[in-house]
């Protein structure tokens, strides 16, 4: 399974655009790359998903280089109801998915 | 939304006892996972299964068991609770296929005394 390394923590201001990076280093062909969020106290909840290039929906965008060893995660315009845990998971549909720490976003006014 | 459901939300219990945490999930999915994260921890993955009469251990060694029966539920029972069980429990589901979408029910938080 694809190891997943991504900042223990940011901080960031209501308004802003926020980049969360996931490096994935040893991706296999047939990984997807997905994007988690979680709140205290609940179950994570699906962000947004993609294999290559560029990936957006009503909420984020994701962000994947040609070599997909990395990824993006981009939150435009972060309110206060966006600090979360974010997770970054790598694997395919056969794989059991493993959550790593994530990162702990800090939206401040 | 995701239709997956986990009862009891919270559940204090004493030393000894037996407990079953239930998880359903009415989207048909054949994949459902048990995860146990601690406050501030990251999830770790005890069970799954592929679909009925499927079962299978995960990363984390855990005393719990679980068992597949019918395709939407997946109860997962400690038969006897310690207060080394003391975590919250994420139950998931999702589809088999090339791009796996995990939903998760909202949690059990679990306290033995």
């Known amino acids: 399974l694809a190891k997943t390394t991504q900042p223990i923590s940011m901080d960031s201001y209501e308004g802003q655009e926020v980049n969360i990076t996931c490096s994935h280093n040893?991706?296999?062909?047939?990984?997807?790359i997905t994007w988690y969020q979680q709140f205290p106290s609940q179950g994570p909840r699906f962000i947004i998903q993609?294999?290559?290039t560029k990936v957006t929906n009503e909420v984020a965008s994701l962000f994947i280089p040609a070599d997909r060893k990395s990824s993006t995660l981009s939150l435009p315009r972060v309110s206060l109801s966006d600090t979360a845990v974010y997770y970054c998971l790598v694997g395919e549909g056969y794989s059991t998915l493993t959550f790593g720490k994530g990162t702990m976003l800090l939206v401040s006014p | 939304e995701a239709d997956i459901y986990q009862t009891p939300r919270y559940l204090v219990i004493g030393t000894g006892k037996k407990i079953t945490l239930e998880c359903s999930q009415t989207m048909g999915h054949d994949k459902m996972y048990w995860y146990q994260q601690d406050p501030g921890m990251e999830l770790h993955l005890i069970h799954y299964s592929y679909g009925v009469n499927s079962t299978e251990k995960g990363d984390l060694s855990s005393e719990s068991t679980v068992s597949r029966i019918r395709t939407e539920h997946f109860p997962l029972t400690l038969e006897s609770a310690r207060p080394s069980h003391t975590s919250q429990y994420l139950c998931?589901?999702?589809?088999?296929?090339?791009?796996?979408?995990?939903?998760f029910g909202s949690g059990t938080q679990l306290s033995v005394l």
């Open positions: 998931a589901s999702s589809d088999v296929g090339g791009n796996e979408k995990l939903f």
């Open positions: 040893n991706i296999a062909t047939n990984d997807y």
């Open positions: 993609g294999y290559k």
